[in-house]
């Protein structure tokens, strides 16, 4: 029974990826910087509401500034670390974010609006940082288990950043949680500057040795790669919003932390299955499996608990896929472009969850609220259709490589 049980739970590429230097410590202090990262929307969403008493609608103008300064600094601030090193950027950034998060309490809300706007654009860029410390830390043929890990600690920290932050808000005040939130993003600057992660490998040619054309790296097949990253954060984000809508149409709204804590832990199993398997699978197959299970969620609204089954076919595969594309995108940039490379990737899966939210939000209004899930997932199944062919002509092109059946044969 035990060797039973060692097949089907595989742990040793977990135990090989954690062997190596430096990835241990940096996915725990991943996990830990990202908590507050991922509370700054509803905090300022309480502020906003509570403190400024404005209105929803001005709450989400500020998360669409966060969302709009967080896709176009993504980028640049990769293309920094890529030309200047990675800790010139990370004490201009947790400079920034201390000022920001220092003075918002006392910005009215017309110069909070823009000021979120310069703080997202000026963001400590760990998401991406991470995933890039990831590819130079571990050799490629080992990423898999390494952007699982990767991949569940972003799944915890969104789990515990939020309902902390929310806790805080009701038990405290808004304006403490701002402060709370800020001092959580500067110390987790402060750490990251101490801990310094590689950015390139040791085989990979330190600073900024040749100038890489984007004609060289941003081609139909990356660009496929942030399709896709995008199109499975917007049916995550529009998942999130018809979760609630569903719930309380059916008269079960107090469960809704429930509902989403099991998707969450069910996207944590999926991408614990993910890095433990032995083959690696297309981020292209993974998100339109994804999109196909979240169409019919919503047919299980009837009842809490069955919403919950519903969800955990998708929920599996969250995880996954996320951890894919970032595997994806690792492989196909340059090492001296990679921060950029992963910078874009972060602006896809930032405007993914923008637009999911929302889009389910205006379908579940002029409809019922399970369209939310058949629309977004719906809209996943298009894009995988839309960038099919740009797969099967990688797919087609990579063939010849291979030996031929007869000749492999031949020479065993």
């Not at 967080?70 to 400079?95: I, Y």
């Not at 979760?243 to 149409?249: E, G, I, N, S, T």
């Not at 970032?326 to 896809?348: I, K, T, W, Y």
């Amino acid at each position: 029974m035990a060797r039973e049980v060692r097949t089907v739970v595989n742990l040793k590429p977990y135990r090989e990826a954690l062997a190596l230097p430096g990835l241990r410590s940096l996915l725990l202090v991943s996990v830990l910087a990202r908590i507050p990262l991922t509370a700054t929307g509803v905090t300022l969403t309480f502020y906003v509401v509570l403190d400024l008493d404005r209105g929803y609608g001005a709450a989400g103008l500020v998360g669409a500034a966060l969302t709009v300064g967080a896709a176009v600094g993504a980028p640049l601030l990769g293309r920094l670390v890529d030309q200047r090193g990675l800790r010139p950027v990370l004490a201009l950034t947790t400079v920034a974010e201390a000022l920001f998060w220092a003075s918002a309490p006392a910005l009215s809300y017309p110069v909070l609006l823009p000021a979120a706007f310069l703080a997202a654009l000026l963001a400590l860029p760990v998401f991406s940082v991470v995933r890039q410390s990831v590819a130079a830390l571990v050799p490629a043929d080992r990423r898999r288990p390494a952007y699982a890990l990767d991949s569940m600690s972003v799944e915890l920290s969104f789990m515990v950043g939020p309902a902390l932050a929310v806790a805080l808000a009701t038990a405290i005040s808004p304006r403490i949680t701002l402060w709370a939130v800020g001092a959580g993003i500067v110390a987790s600057g402060v750490v990251f500057w101490l801990l310094n992660p590689p950015t390139r490998s040791a085989d990979e040619p330190a600073g900024p040795q040749r100038k890489v054309s984007r004609r060289e790296w941003v081609t139909p097949r990356l660009l496929a790669v942030l399709a896709v990253s995008l199109a499975a954060t917007l049916v995550l984000g529009g998942t999130d919003v018809a979760v609630v809508a569903v719930l309380r149409a059916s008269g079960e709204v107090g469960w809704t932390g429930v509902v989403l804590a099991m998707w969450a832990v069910a996207s944590l199993v999926g991408g614990f299955a993910y890095g433990a398997v032995s083959r690696s699978f297309s981020p292209l197959a993974l998100m339109a499996v994804l999109s196909l299970c979240t169409i019919p969620v919503g047919l299980g609204g009837s009842h809490w608990w069955l919403l919950c089954l519903a969800l955990v076919p998708a929920g599996a595969l969250c995880a996954p896929t996320i951890a894919a594309t970032s595997d994806a995108v690792s492989r196909l940039a340059p090492a001296e472009v990679r921060g950029e490379a992963m910078g874009l990737h972060g602006s896809a899966v930032t405007v993914g969850i923008a637009l999911g939210a929302p889009l389910a939000g205006a379908v579940i209004d002029h409809s019922r609220p399970l369209w939310g899930f058949a629309v977004t997932g719906a809209i996943g199944v298009l894009v995988a259709l839309a960038v099919l062919p740009v797969e099967l002509r990688h797919r087609r092109e990579a063939a010849p490589a291979a030996p031929a059946p007869e000749l492999a044969t031949a020479t065993t």
